[in-house]
């Protein structure tokens, strides 16, 4: 059955960074568009980056310049680097795929506070 394992979350001062990883199972990992989404407490989950299989990228202008997201097929890992850390980037993160449905994983916590 398909899986994903989000890990890398934790608490980091504004101004820091975290680099977190996707691990993906039970599906052809390289031939699928991924992304990364988040979900602050009290608003919607919202997107944040996405890959395609031919490594092009996308991102919301939130983050665009300090985070960067990107992919290992070898490993069917799906990473999202971010740097330059705000509070307002505290929220829980979510790696996600669209095959016949949405498959999330479940979630890893980033918190930004000094």
């Known amino acids: 059955q398909v899986q994903l394992v989000e890990s890398g979350g934790g608490l980091v001062q504004p101004g820091g960074s975290l680099r977190l990883s996707c691990a993906a199972s039970?599906?052809?990992?390289?031939?699928?568009?991924m992304a990364w989404y988040r979900q602050a407490p009290g608003k919607q989950r919202e997107l944040v980056a996405t890959i395609t299989s031919s490594h092009s990228t996308n991102y919301a202008d939130s983050v665009k310049g300090r985070f960067t997201i990107s992919r290992v097929n070898a490993k069917n890992t799906l990473y999202l680097q971010m740097n330059s850390l705000k509070p307002e980037d505290t929220a829980v993160y979510y790696c996600?795929?669209?095959?016949?449905?949405?498959?999330w994983g479940q979630g890893t916590q980033v918190t930004v506070s000094s």
């Open positions: 039970g599906y052809s990992f390289s031939i699928w568009a």
């Open positions: 996600h795929v669209k095959l016949s449905r949405d498959y």
